[in-house]
């Protein structure tokens, strides 16, 4: 989990997007590591040639672009340090010879380095400021003294570095040594990092950056030289690697011990071959006996409002440039919601707050059922938990269900098969947490956020309208749709990635064949007309705003049809529909019992819709939680970045 931390001014802030250790429990071999720190830190990362030639060909408009091109160059140049090791300034006779977890670090000097150093200052000095000159001086000052003490070349460095005795066994080798060293020198304290604070978001994203570039060169770097080992006095110091964590330790063993890899068999792609026959949609009342009714819908959402500006706070050195407005024309999202809690908490929190709605004791219910796909817990569920924590010495079923965004839809249907069977209320929670589960993945940070929603499903009385009236649920498809969202991902450091062309795909698939279904069926009312044609209200999925409209408009869908709250919640999986929901009756667009279409599709290519009828009586006050009672996170997590070409479904 990489949780957010609460700053002392009271801003979020992401740590995995500027700490770039990783997690080496999910890589076996070298090429697996490899593979990684291409993507996170070289696909964007420009190397000082790069910048040397887009300075003298005056590529840089402004300064704020040539320091965004510093800071990842210099992440690039740490991508085996920062990631693996702890660097420790040491005296050469203090310096073990003989240990296979102490390392040295052999270095090629970096060609045409003052050239590179002097055009970059002089750039620097020649370029318009952006937006806040003390605050770009500030980072530059930081940024360039790693520079332009730079001594080696990065192109090739090897990823796992000799041991000293391997070290001594080159004389032709080249280390870092300083005659002296200050075992004060300054470092950034972790709350310094987080506790940033710059007017303009862009360059506080930057000061970070420089803050933790800085804090990778524990020692006075105008100081130092590249030495052979016959040339390393015993008083000088050298700067010896030690491996960040045991993790890091046996990774190194694993591959040290490994023969060459063996070259994997690909996999031939599995058709996906269409169903004999389609799956009818579940019409409610033809097909059940007992009649579902929905007597309480409750919400709870995030304590924590992450913005657009949020997101640009916390740029990561592997995302490419990109403003809060460019976040919310992308996505249709301004800011989304973020808990500190843990998800079975708010579970319980709607779960209480549904059945007070409803007033339905606890002993009433027969059933509790949970939607989420991001549960940090699995032993007891949060279905089977949430039970105990309401007093139930018993239900018929309790349980959590993984159909991510398809949750409502699924967990309706399970909740009207539930209720045949014990003809008593059910309590269905839809609950989802993802700020801790991101990374540093911008396309994800753009779009996810948590929340939670209950809603009590009840037998209907005699004569009482049935308030579920078809259900659809779908999954599978193309195996390339079925992995487009994964989570966790142990080739992303177990974060989640979604891969945009995949769920677009899915999306449309799914939104054209329920479409056809509506069109098929008719209304339960009016034999008359289709039951499309009786939707009086459109709550889709909360995925991206901007590509549901495109797609519904492909599919003869007008946007005045469609109810969206994603600008202020973002996507919360299974709980963006029940959320929506509610905010419908809240912004006024359920004011009356209202026939509602209700779609939703995601990972693991599920998909389903419920046409439902929403009472706006039965909605509950909502539960609103105290930022204030959850305080600082913990420090730092270890993990790694992930980089934004993991596309995000909506067209990227």
Not at 10 to 17: E, I, K, Q, S
Not at 175 to 192: G, I, K, Q
Not at 252 to 269: E, W, Y
Request: hydrophobic share 40%.
């Amino acid at each position: 989990m990489k949780p957010f931390v609460i700053n002392r001014h009271g801003r979020l802030v992401f740590p995995a997007n500027f700490f770039g250790e990783l997690d080496f429990t999910v890589l076996d071999t070298l090429e697996q590591f490899t593979a990684v720190i291409e993507r996170d830190f070289e696909a964007k990362a420009p190397t000082g040639t790069d910048i040397l030639h887009r300075v003298e060909s005056g590529s840089y408009p402004s300064r704020f672009e040539l320091l965004r091109d510093l800071g990842q160059n210099l992440f690039w140049v740490n991508r085996y340090s920062m990631t693996m090791f702890d660097k420790r300034p040491t005296r050469w006779r203090d310096v073990p010879r003989h240990r296979d977890d102490v390392f040295l670090p052999v270095l090629t000097p970096w060609e045409d380095r003052e050239r590179k150093v002097a055009a970059v200052e002089r750039a620097y000095q020649e370029l318009p400021t952006r937006w806040a000159a003390d605050a770009e001086d500030r980072v530059f000052a930081l940024l360039f003294d790693v520079f332009r003490h730079k001594l080696h070349h990065a192109t090739e460095l090897p990823a796992i570095k000799p041991t000293v005795a391997e070290f001594l066994a080159r004389p032709d080798a080249l280390t870092f040594v300083m005659p002296d060293h200050d075992p004060d020198h300054h470092l950034f304290p972790v709350d310094e990092i987080f506790d940033a604070d710059e007017e303009v978001p862009e360059l506080e994203a930057l000061m970070r950056w420089s803050m933790v570039l800085h804090n990778l060169y524990p020692w006075d770097g105008s100081r130092t030289t590249l030495r052979h080992p016959a040339d390393i006095g015993p008083d000088d110091f050298v700067v010896t690697f030690h491996p960040r964590d045991r993790e890091v330790a046996a990774f190194i063993d694993r591959v040290k011990q490994a023969g060459p890899a063996a070259a994997g068999t690909p996999r031939a792609p599995v058709e996906a071959v269409p169903p004999r026959t389609p799956f009818p949609p579940v019409r409610v009342r033809e097909a059940f006996r007992v009649g579902p009714s929905l007597e309480a819908l409750a919400i709870v959402r995030g304590e924590h409002v992450c913005d657009n500006v949020d997101v640009i706070r916390n740029a990561s050195f592997s995302w490419s440039p990109m403003s809060a407005d460019e976040i919310a024309r992308k996505t249709g999202i301004r800011r989304r919601r973020y808990t500190a809690r843990e998800p079975h908490h708010l579970a319980l929190d709607a779960a209480r707050a549904a059945l007070a709605k409803s007033g339905r004791a606890p002993d009433e219910i027969g059933a509790v059922l949970v939607s989420t796909c991001t549960s940090n817990r699995q032993i007891p569920s949060i279905a089977t938990w949430v039970s105990g924590e309401l007093g139930l010495a018993q239900t018929h079923t309790s349980m959590d269900m993984v159909a991510a965004c398809a949750g409502l839809p699924y967990g309706l249907a399970e909740a009207v098969r539930q209720i045949q069977e014990v003809e008593r209320p059910v309590l269905l929670v839809c609950v989802e947490k993802f700020s801790d589960k991101i990374g540093s993945a911008r396309t994800s940070r753009m779009i996810f956020g948590d929340g939670a929603a209950a809603m009590v499903v009840a037998p209907a009385g005699e004569g009482a309208p049935v308030d579920v009236e078809v259900l659809q649920t779908y999954a599978s498809g193309p195996v390339s749709e079925v992995n487009s969202i994964i989570w966790p991902n142990p080739e992303f450091d177990n974060d989640i990635t979604v891969y945009g062309p995949e769920v677009k795909s899915l999306v449309q698939r799914y939104l054209d064949q329920m479409l056809g279904e509506l069109s098929d069926q008719t209304d339960p009312d009016d034999a008359g007309r289709s039951l499309l044609e009786s939707i009086e209200l459109i709550v889709p999925h909360q995925a991206n705003k901007t590509m549901i409209l495109d797609l519904a408009a492909k599919a003869g869908l007008s946007e005045d049809q469609l109810y969206f709250d994603i600008e202020s919640m973002g996507n919360v999986s299974a709980a963006s529909i029940p959320i929506a929901l509610y905010d419908a009756v809240r912004d006024g667009a359920i004011d009356r019992p209202t026939r509602v279409f209700a779609p939703g599709f995601g990972a693991g290519a599920v998909g389903g819709y419920a046409v439902l009828r929403l009472d706006p009586a039965i909605v509950a006050d909502e539960v609103v939680l105290d930022p204030g009672e959850t305080g600082r996170a913990a420090p730092a997590p270890q993990t790694r970045t992930t980089t934004d070409d993991v596309r995000v479904a909506f067209g990227e």
